[in-house]
């Protein structure tokens, strides 16, 4: 117990130290590149200015939603959809390709200027933020593939009626047992074939080694 306790504070300390050396380094690269940091700071509050300015504009004359008059029980998921296809690209378009396009051009303007020693330094500290990374793990996009699968389910299950009917048109139990359902379904479609993977794998891999 005493030796887990040990190694426990052990390895609390050195993430403090190592997060304190990771503050240390970056407000020190900051004072070095000040007039960097600030037109990156500046370049960034007018993105973001930007895409709310595009999402205002997008709502106040798009036909989804009726240019923003219309209520919470008016939308349906074909709405819902074509909203959230046509912001991306608006956003895109307006903001994103710019804003890519400064960032992109400026970082490699401003990385072919720095010496060779502090390239070398950026990169061993980019590798190393990299292996960290991999070892926290991450998110996949399930709920995204959730919407998507609930989408599918409501348009073959109503044979298309309900996918393009708004939300008041039925009880809210409906869409809420469309969710169970749909979770039903995928558990069916890609747990089944999985599970049969894998006891394919243990029975022919993984059985055979243990032996």
Known sequence: MEILLENSKILSENLMSEKISDEQ?????????????????????????????????????????????????DWNLDWIVGFYILIILFELLFVGIPAGLFFGVGGYIWWKRLPDEEKAEFKAREKKNKHRKRNAGGSGGGGFLMFIAYCIYIAMSSNGVNYYAPFNSQPYSYWVYAMFYTLMWMVIIFGIPICIILLIVYLTVWRKKSE
Not at 40 to 68: D, K, N, R, T, Y
């Open 25 to 73: 380094y970056w407000k020190k690269k900051i004072k070095e590149h000040m007039p960097l940091f600030i037109v990156v700071i500046i370049a960034a509050a007018l993105a973001f200015v930007g895409a709310i300015l595009v999402v205002i504009w997008f709502i106040e004359s798009s036909p989804i939603g009726a240019q923003g008059t219309a209520l919470i029980g």
